[in-house]
């Protein structure tokens, strides 16, 4: 059961957001703060009174544009807590993603908030949660994820993209943008990850920067000792160390 602390400093949002976590089971408790001062505050008591104390937290909804301190800055003070609680981020802004789940965000929830989106971030913490418990007993047995399709997010809502249609993945940092026909979606996943779940799948590094489904490679291109492959209207550059290995996997796949 989670001990959970909303913070917005909109109290229709806030006191929305207290609505459907006091209605989700395995949310014991949620109360509500409407800065980030106040949220500080609140935590520090919890902290002084011990993980299994009465005002412990296990998580914070959070906010991002707030006056004073914002989310980014509340969430940046609690990397330098001792037992920090973990942090999801509810905002209406997309373009704070990546600096969300650099500050080791379990979850970021777009405005309006649907009640199975936040539902599915709730079960992201409660599993995080049990994983930093101590062992008692047999695991509870978990359904293996679909190795066919990978979640991503867009506009709050999670989709399910098959990896078939996946034409290429490009790497950010430690995240992997994946490209469809049908547009891209930014994913916090090192792309070396995806180079060995998909190996299998017909997929294969031609860049440190970029991984390629070989069935989505239109032509392969040799210009001036550079080698490049037509990936839909995208053309990519191929690294020499990689180039001879996927003439072969061409070659073998038009000959096989």
């Known amino acids: 059961m989670l001990r959970a602390l909303a913070v917005d400093d909109e109290k ?21 703060a409407g800065g980030a001062t106040e949220a500080l505050r609140r935590i520090n008591r919890a902290l002084e009174s011990g993980p299994g104390g009465p005002e412990a937290i296990d998580v914070v909804f959070l906010d991002i544009h707030m006056p004073g301190l914002d989310g980014l800055d509340m969430a940046r003070l609690l990397t330098g807590f001792a037992r920090p609680p973990l942090v999801v981020f509810v905002t209406a802004h997309e373009g704070f993603a990546v600096q969300a789940f650099d500050l080791k965000a379990v979850d970021y929830v777009l405005k309006p908030v649907r009640r199975e989106r ?6 992201r913490v409660v599993e995080l949660r049990a994983a930093e418990l101590p062992d008692t007993g047999p695991p509870i047995p978990v359904h293996e994820p679909d190795p066919d399709h990978i979640p991503v997010e867009l506009g709050g809502v999670t989709r399910f993209v098959a990896v078939d249609d996946i034409t290429h993945a490009e790497a950010q940092g430690d995240y992997a943008r994946l490209h469809t026909t049908q547009g891209s979606h930014l994913l916090r996943i090192p792309l070396s990850t ?26 392969l291109r040799l ?17 020499r160390r990689h180039a001879r290995e996927l003439r072969d996997l061409l070659m073998r796949r038009t000959t096989g």
Do not use: K, M, N
Request: proline residues 3%; aromatic residues 4%.
């Open 12 to 32: 229709p949002s806030l006191e929305e957001l207290l609505y459907l976590l006091r209605a989700d089971p395995r949310v014991s408790s949620a109360e509500g």
């Open 118 to 123: 936040l539902a599915e971030a709730v079960r």
């Open 194 to 219: 995806l180079e060995e779940r998909w190996r299998a799948r017909g997929f294969v590094r031609i860049h440190r920067r970029h991984l390629v489904a070989l069935r989505h490679i239109g032509e």
């Open 223 to 239: 210009d001036a000792g550079t080698v490049s492959v037509l990936v839909g209207e995208v053309e990519l550059q191929v690294s």
